[in-house]
């Protein structure tokens, strides 16, 4: 069993950058595949990046060239680093794992969610 939770979520104005956190207790993130989703008021939940656990990023088209994602395996964190904030960036903003070897953009794949952290671009 795996819990997550996100943190860093904020305000932010267009342009600007933020640093999410999704921290991982019960297992070691290094043994899972970690994905970052978001999802907008009246949205399906879309992928945003995701991480293997040989260390492979992913990315959405939408965020390619934007957003980072990264770990540290000796913190059990997965971050993603966002920048170059545009409005339609702005949506709750989950962390998800799977057990490998598989690596997807199918939210349904994934074992374990956490709570979800809110990213707003506004000006």
């Known amino acids: 069993q795996v819990q997550l939770a996100e943190s860093g979520g904020g305000l932010v104005q267009p342009g600007g950058s933020l640093r999410l956190s999704c921290v991982a207790s019960?297992?070691?993130?290094?043994?899972?595949?970690v994905g970052w989703f978001r999802q907008a008021p009246g949205t399906e939940r879309s992928f945003v990046a995701a991480?293997?656990?040989?260390?492979?990023?992913y990315y959405g088209d939408s965020v390619r060239g934007r957003f980072t994602i990264f770990s540290d395996n000796a913190e059990n964190t997965v971050y993603l680093q966002l920048n170059s904030l545009k409005f339609e960036d702005t949506a709750v903003y989950y962390c998800?794992?799977?057990?490998?070897?598989?690596?997807?953009?199918?939210?349904?794949?994934?074992?374990?969610w956490g709570q979800g952290t809110q990213v707003t671009v506004s000006s």
């Open positions: 998800a794992a799977l057990k490998p070897p598989i690596v997807t953009a199918n939210a349904l794949m994934y074992d374990y």
């Open positions: 019960g297992r070691t993130f290094d043994s899972y595949v």
């Open positions: 991480i293997s656990w040989s260390g492979g990023e």
